[in-house]
């Protein structure tokens, strides 16, 4: 699988202003690596990565994913995309606040058509991975900014999706939480898959195959 972003363009409106962060951009990202996008904030990481999961329309451009343009896809088509081939890490964690740490990791395996028994499983197995062995049936509001971000990252690799989207995923951790995360990463690019991480954190360099400037 490669990502191939050609000549993308991304323009929205705010506060009265219209804001374009990319312009006519061209990114190529293969199988097997792990990139990370680097540059001052408001210049487009998490839109860039917003629009290759599906979740925003560029202006312009094209996005081709396994020879799929996202930027064309709609209805059934889109959701498939946005469930199966992307995991995406989001800034803000967007958790289910109704939900334990476990259920909300479960809840994307069950969407994709797992059985409840295996999708607890590997949810419980990740969250022990990511240090999260004590606060499985914890609901978000109990839980750290630092454990909100593990949970969050638990459930973008739920389902092994093919390209892995992750904005900021060790803004909350310390030293050693960031070296479980990295060689997480780390291995899921080796397994061959695209691993695509916005972040201002250095201590993810040397486990990255580039750093990408926006």
Do not use: W
């Not at 969407?111 to 978000?140: K, Q």
């Amino acid at each position: 699988m490669k990502l191939d972003i050609e000549r993308l363009t991304i323009r929205y409106e705010q506060g009265g202003h219209t804001v374009e962060p990319i312009t006519d951009l061209d990114l190529i990202v293969e199988s097997g690596e792990f990139a990370l996008l680097h540059g001052p904030s408001g210049c487009g990481k998490t839109s860039l990565l917003s629009a290759v999961a599906g979740l925003l329309t560029p202006a312009a451009g094209a996005i081709r994913l396994d020879g799929d343009d996202v930027a064309a896809l709609s209805g059934p088509a889109l959701m498939r995309h946005r469930q199966t081939r992307v995991g995406v890490v989001f800034q803000a964690f967007n958790l289910l606040p109704a939900l334990s740490a476990v259920d909300n990791v479960t809840v994307p395996l069950l969407l994709a058509g797992r059985s409840r028994r295996d999708a607890a499983r590997r949810a419980r197995d990740l969250l022990t991975e990511l240090g999260m062995e004590h606060r499985l049936e914890h609901r978000p509001a109990a839980m750290s900014g630092g454990q909100q971000q593990r949970v969050a990252i638990a459930r973008a690799l739920a389902t092994d999706a093919p390209v892995i989207l992750a904005d900021e995923p060790t803004a909350h951790l310390d030293r050693d939480q960031v070296d479980v995360v990295r060689g997480l990463l780390r291995g899921i690019a080796d397994d061959g898959r695209i691993v695509l991480v916005s972040t201002h954190d250095d201590r993810l360099e040397p486990s990255a195959d580039r750093t990408i400037r926006l």
